[in-house]
Structures are given as C-alpha cells and as structure tokens.
C-alpha cells in the first residue's frame, strides 16, 4: 500500500503572503538520477517506460485532478483504459515510497522526464507540492480510442481546454504505441511533427481512428495540418497546454518549482 502525503511544507509558505521561496527539495535530484536509468534505454533512447510515464500524466489528471490517485486509489489496476500502464503505476507507487515523494507529483515529474528523454521538445516546466489523494476520480471520463473529434473536442472543453490544445497535446502520439504495440509514426524515439503528417496522409505505421478523425474533422483538422507543418507552432502550444494538464485540480502557487532539476539532468 502506497502512502499519501499533502503539499510540501515550505510550498505552502511560499503561498502564504510571498516571503519564502521554496528551492526544489534536493531529493528530487535523486529521483532524477533513478528514472534516467528507468525512462532512457541503453542506448540513449526513450523506451516503453517513458512512453507510459508520458501517458500516465493524462491518465491521472484528465478524470478529476492530478492527485496520484490512479495509483493510490487502485484506477491502474480497476480501469480498462489503464491496462497498458499497470506496470509504470507499479514502478512509481514504488519509488515514490522510496524517495518519501508525492505520488501525483511523481506522475507529473516522471511525465516531463520522459518528454525530455524523448528529444523533440523544449522543456516542459515541472512543480511539486501537489496533495495526495487515495479517493479515485470520476470514472468514465477518459476519451477512447475510437471517439470521434466532436465527442472529443467536447470532453477536453468540459475540462477547460480548447481545441486548439487537444490536438498540441495529441501530438505526444509521436511517440506512441496502440494497443497492440505498434507504433503510431515512423520516429518512435522522438516527439516531433511527423506523427501528424503520417497519420493525415496515411502512411503511419498505426494509427488510432480517434486521431484520423481529428486529422479530418474540420474542427481540428487546421491545427493538424498547423502542427504537422510547423514544429516550432506545435511546441509553442505544446507546452503551455502540458503544464496546464499538469496542473489540474491544484493551486499554481502553492507548488515549488523543480524544472531546473528536469534540465540539469539532461545537461
């Protein structure tokens, strides 16, 4: 059984009239240390891990919050649509224990580890001091895998997001797999542009009819065809709309930042 623990103490000052500024607890360098050598293959290369990692992030925030509870509160292991991530839940809910971590701060943290290791992307920013919560989230709010973009369009909205920022977040399908382990775009190793490309046009090596929807549908189609043009455009929305993700359910200022940790790791 994996413990929970509430935001950190001297992120919680720093939220109380501004006269501390916490510094990023050092034992999230560590943490870094670990999951290089958990996210990253032996040839440098972003494996199956950081794929999930990457997912793992949604997964938790998108039914209510990012408050770890898709470990805490067994979702991982109760929900069909976390079949794929059994095993990453399993990996954090343990380091988490191990560091003396916050579990949905672990989610988040792993989550832009992973974009890092799969190079493609600026960095995206990470904060810590998020509380834990062992009370699983709404069920069935996840988007599937054969939605079409209407329906799913309409659900990251319902969440606050436009569509504009569902699609930059789709993107993180370039380094993908479906089901069935097949990836969804010839650059598996690597969060770039070419995903929206090979699926438009399809010639991906898989792909999710959600995704094809989207890449047609007239309500997303100009961004796929935006993004799939122009890789600085796509990260450019990428990565604000991934710390937004990030920070569902959770007070900006009550959280420290630890994004120098996350780039001093891949200096």
């Known amino acids: 059984m994996y413990s929970f623990r509430p935001a950190v103490l001297l992120a919680a000052l720093a939220a109380c009239g501004g006269l501390v500024k916490a510094d990023c607890p050092a034992v ?43 470990i805490l509160a067994d979702e991982c292991t109760d929900r069909g649509e976390n079949t794929q991530m059994i095993d990453i839940c399993s990996t954090l809910g343990t380091m988490a224990t191990n560091f003396t971590v916050g579990v949905a701060d672990l989610i988040q943290f792993a989550a832009a580890f992973g974009i890092a290791a799969c190079p493609g992307l600026p960095t995206v920013s990470v904060k810590v001091g998020r509380t834990d919560s062992s009370t699983a989230n709404p069920a ?31 993107g993180t399908h370039s380094a993908a797999k479906d089901l069935n382990g097949n990836a969804l ?46 890789a600085s455009s796509w990260a450019d929305a990428f990565v604000p709309a991934m710390e937004k993700l990030s920070l569902l359910g959770n007070d900006e200022s009550t959280l420290t930042d630890c994004t120098s940790v996350l780039t001093a790791a891949f200096a």
């Open 28 to 70: 999230w360098t560590d943490v870094a240390a670990e999951l290089k050598s958990t996210l990253i293959d032996s040839d440098g290369n972003c494996n199956d891990n950081a794929r999930a990692a990457i997912r793992l992030a949604f997964h938790d925030c998108f039914p209510g919050s990012c408050d770890g509870s898709i």
């Open 140 to 170: 069935n709010q996840m988007p599937t895998p054969n939605d079409n973009a209407t329906t799913i369009v309409a659900a990251f909205a319902a969440k606050g997001f436009t569509s504009t920022e569902l699609v930059a977040l789709v």
């Open 185 to 230: 775009d010839s650059t598996i190793d690597q969060l770039d542009t070419v995903f929206y490309t090979e699926t438009a046009d399809g010639t991906a090596p898989a792909s999710l009819n959600s995704d094809i929807s989207m890449s047609n549908s007239s309500e997303t189609s100009g961004d796929w065809s935006t993004f799939g043009a122009d």
